[in-house]
């Protein structure tokens, strides 16, 4: 862990980082349903545009923060930015595909 012992101490002991961890496992969670539905046929799923909308704003938020870590960190982290940047260029070709017909 960054910042060694104390670091690691304070993260497991505060509860706001115990929230915002489930907080993004519930986030995980629902993309992966996103990415799920829109892998089904257009007519099996009703208000499609529900998960295409999701889809594209989540590939626009990735890509933007694994930029944004790109910019701001540079080769000095060579895991969380490109992380962000692959999610978002992932669910951009998601929603593109699902675009389409089948």
Do not use: C, E
């Amino acid at each position: 862990m960054p910042g060694g012992k104390a670091s690691h101490q304070l993260m497991m002991s505060n509860w706001r980082f115990y929230i915002s961890d489930l907080i993004v496992i519930f986030l995980s969670a629902v993309g992966i349903l996103v990415a799920l539905t829109l892998l089904r046929q257009p007519d099996q799923v009703r208000r499609r545009w529900i998960p295409l909308t999701a889809a594209w704003v989540a590939s626009a938020v990735l890509t933007l923060r694994g930029v944004a870590g790109l910019i701001v960190d540079g080769t000095r982290d060579p895991v969380w930015w490109p992380t962000f940047l692959v999610g978002g260029i992932l669910f951009g070709a998601v929603a593109w595909l699902a675009r389409l017909p089948k």
